[in-house]
Nanobody
Framework: QVQLVESGGGLVQAGGSLRLSCAAS????????MGWFRQPPGKEREFVAA????????YSADSVKGRFTISRDNAKSTLYLQMNSLKPDDTAVYYC?????????????????WGQGTQVTVSS
């Protein structure tokens, strides 16, 4: 079993920055590929960014490339998402997710464990 707890969401003006954190426990964090997903109001959950166990293989959605950076600290069992140049379209609940596999994936159904989500609201 894996527990994931996100933090760092909030209200920010367009052009601003936020850093999300996801603290993991219950399974060897360094064995798991991890990802960030988001669910905008009234829409389905969508992929944001993901990385493999080592951090060497990283995928990002086209909508966030050049603005968002995913990273991980295996010693702290923590996943991060640095979000810069935020836009109103980035408004969503952001979820951290973990696979029972070390390889990267952009598919929601490949992730077994999910956090409770953290709200990010970007005002114009």
């Amino acid at each position: 079993q894996v527990q994931l707890v996100e933090s760092g969401g909030g209200l920010v003006q367009a052009g601003g920055s936020l850093r999300l954190s996801c603290a993991a426990s219950g399974r060897t964090f360094s064995d798991s590929a991890m990802g960030w997903f988001r669910q905008p109001p009234g829409k389905e959950r969508e992929f944001v960014a993901a990385m493999d166990w080592s951090g060497a293989i990283v995928y990002s959605a086209d909508s966030v490339k050049g603005r968002f950076t995913i990273s991980r600290d295996n010693a702290k069992s923590t996943l991060y998402l640095q979000m810069n140049s935020l836009k109103p379209d980035d408004t969503a609940v952001y979820y951290c997710a973990a696979r029972e596999d070390s390889t990267t994936s952009i598919r929601t159904y490949h992730y077994k464990y999910w956090g409770q989500g953290t709200q990010v609201t970007v005002s114009s």
